[in-house]
T-cell receptor, first 115, second 112 residues
């Protein structure tokens, strides 16, 4: 079984400042990693994913994440946030093994961008 | 445009009633999922289906039922046995289990 820990439930940040949303995971097998964004009263939208290859992954809306296997982390970063980035962000992990691969989601981090 | 639709967006139910939430996808995805979202608890898996005519219980299946008679459709019934059904329900699909999931806009269910 795998688990995902999002270390911050809420992150306030001023507009145009950088932000990092932290995600750690545990798994006994190799994994796929995902970040999703959810705006109020909407479904989740994929921001980016790590499947293999380069550990630095670029996604939509200027976000990027770095996979660190030794620290089992997949932190999400943006160098300069905008008001429209205010949303809830979910980290997710999917194990690379045969059979049904259950995706496990973190409990989410609410990003509040302050004007 | 391809995507996932859920209906209705808002649903009100009286205690003791069964209600069915609709989920349709035209992405030709094999796998479909139902999640329940409550504040501060993230997403919890109710049921999933890897292929037509097959589905499995997730982590919180009690009080819910599903069917998968067509590849495009995966309706969720919230039965009167579900003790606390008020929540935001999300349907998702993926081309294969474990791949990135595409989500619908959600249905907010309120029990009166």
């Amino acid at each position: 079984a795998q688990s995902v820990t999002q270390l911050d439930s809420q992150v306030p940040v001023f507009e145009e400042a950088p932000v990092e949303l932290r995600c750690n995971y545990s798994s006994s097998v190799s994994v796929y990693l995902f970040w999703y964004v959810q705006y109020p009263n909407q479904g989740l939208q994929l921001l980016l994913k790590y499947l293999s290859g380069s550990t630095l992954v670029k996604g939509i809306n200027g976000f990027e994440a770095e996979f660190n296997k030794s620290q089992t982390s997949f932190h999400l970063r943006k160098p300069s946030v905008h008001i429209s980035d205010t949303a809830e962000y979910f980290c997710a992990v999917s194990p690379l093994n045969e059979g049904y691969q259950k995706v496990t989601f973190g409990i989410g981090t609410k990003l509040q961008v302050i004007p | 445009d391809g995507g996932i639709t859920q209906s209705p967006k808002y649903l009100f139910r009286k205690e003791g009633q069964n209600v069915t939430l609709s989920c349709e996808q035209n992405l030709n995805h094999d796998a479909m999922y139902w999640y329940r979202q409550d504040p501060g608890q993230g997403l919890r898996l109710i049921y999933y289906s890897q292929i037509v005519n097959d589905f499995q219980k997730g982590d919180i299946a009690e009080g819910y039922s599903v069917s998968r008679e067509k590849k495009e459709s995966f309706p969720l019934t919230v039965t009167s046995a579900q003790k606390n059904p008020t929540a935001f329900y999300l349907c998702a699909s993926s081309i294969r289990p474990g791949n990135e999931q595409f989500f619908g806009p959600g249905t907010r269910l309120t029990v009166l």
